[in-house]
């Protein structure tokens, strides 16, 4: 049971983690696409497209973090056991 509750402390700081440094990723990004487009505003529409790719490609780095976190909470083979006794099964 040691082993199932340090696997969710270490998910919810992994995915804690993970949403702080692509929250600050994509603020620095919105920045600089801001600055871009306020410098030559004729140029927005290829900014707009690269900020978007750019924006997907670091919230997949906090999806990937997100599916780490729910494996190491869900896929323990104790937590079966855990969750039988907390339901009565």
Do not use: D
């Amino acid at each position: 049971m040691e082993f199932l509750v340090s696997s969710v402390w270490a998910a919810g700081i992994a995915i804690g983690i993970a949403a702080f440094g692509c929250g600050i990723g994509q603020g620095l990004g919105l920045n600089g696409a801001m600055n871009g487009i306020a410098r030559n505003p004729e140029a927005a529409g290829k900014i707009q497209v690269n900020l978007l790719i750019g924006l997907a490609m670091i919230e997949s780095l906090c999806i990937y973090a997100l599916v780490v976190a729910l494996i190491l909470m869900y896929a323990h083979p104790a937590l079966k056991g855990a969750i039988g006794a907390a339901f009565g099964h």
